[in-house]
């Protein structure tokens, strides 16, 4: 399978620890998203990658998270300190100039702060 | 300020019949939209797209239309199956680097 891939699919964190997302993306994709999903609502963006730029970020994204893709291939999400409104799922997708505006969505890593 | 909006938070079908999602937006300079249907606990799968260019697109049992006018697309689904229960959302292309989603509709389609 070369979809994208999550890890992990689940995380439970106490609250005010550290956690961080991986995501791997369909291969040749060279643009990557970070989307974060509450019940009831759709994906909102968070941020966008092209190759190892960061060229996008939300208002959403405060100064906990941090994103990165290094070397142009995967990417990590990290959230420092988290609190409980944090609770959601995190989506990763990714596309290339082939796709066009179509983007591919990843399977999500679903975070539960108590 | 909700750019995208799904006014329906449910729809049931009976099997075989035809389902119609509907989904409004606010922002004129959208380009390309796009429909996604998601599982609980899974990821967005993508369905079906248009270009802002086009009033129809249709793939298999999936046919989106667009009305640029009245800033309105919807999604047909003929025939509705069981497998088609999930959730569907619309989204928007915003400059090309930012999709905007809808709050999503809940399709059940009963056999």
């Known amino acids: 399978d070369t979809g994208v891939s999550q890890d992990p699919r689940h995380k439970i964190t106490k609250r005010g620890q550290n956690v961080t997302f991986r995501c791997d993306p369909i291969?040749?994709?060279?643009?990557l998203y970070w989307y974060r999903q509450t019940l009831g609502q759709g994906p909102e963006f968070l941020t966008y990658?092209?190759?190892?730029?960061?060229?996008?970020k939300s208002r959403l994204l405060s100064n906990r998270f941090s994103a990165e893709r290094p070397k142009g291939s995967f990417s990590t999400l990290e959230i420092q300190r988290t609190e409980q409104g944090d609770s959601a799922m995190y989506l990763c997708?990714?596309?290339?100039?082939?796709?066009?505006?179509?983007?591919?969505f990843g399977e999500g890593s679903w975070l539960t702060v108590v | 300020d909700q750019q995208v909006k799904q006014n329906s938070p449910s729809l049931s079908v009976q099997e075989g019949r035809i389902s119609i999602l509907n989904c409004d937006y606010t922002?004129?300079?959208?380009?390309?939209f796009l429909w996604y249907k998601k599982y609980p606990a899974e990821g967005p799968t993508f369905l079906i797209s248009?270009?802002?260019?086009?009033d129809k697109n249709e793939d298999g049992r999936f046919t989106v239309f667009l009305n640029k006018s009245a800033k309105h697309l919807s999604l047909h689904i003929v025939p509705s199956q069981p497998g088609d229960s999930a959730v569907y959302f619309c989204?928007?292309?915003?400059?090309?680097?930012?999709?905007?989603f809808g709050a999503g509709t809940i399709l059940r389609v009963k056999s």
């Open positions: 922002n004129s300079m959208f380009d390309y």
């Open positions: 990658f092209q190759n190892e730029a960061q060229l996008e």
């Open positions: 989204a928007a292309f915003l400059y090309g680097n930012k999709l905007v």
């Open positions: 291969s040749e994709h060279n643009r």
């Open positions: 997708a990714s596309s290339s100039r082939v796709t066009g505006n179509t983007i591919y």
């Open positions: 248009i270009s802002s260019i086009k």
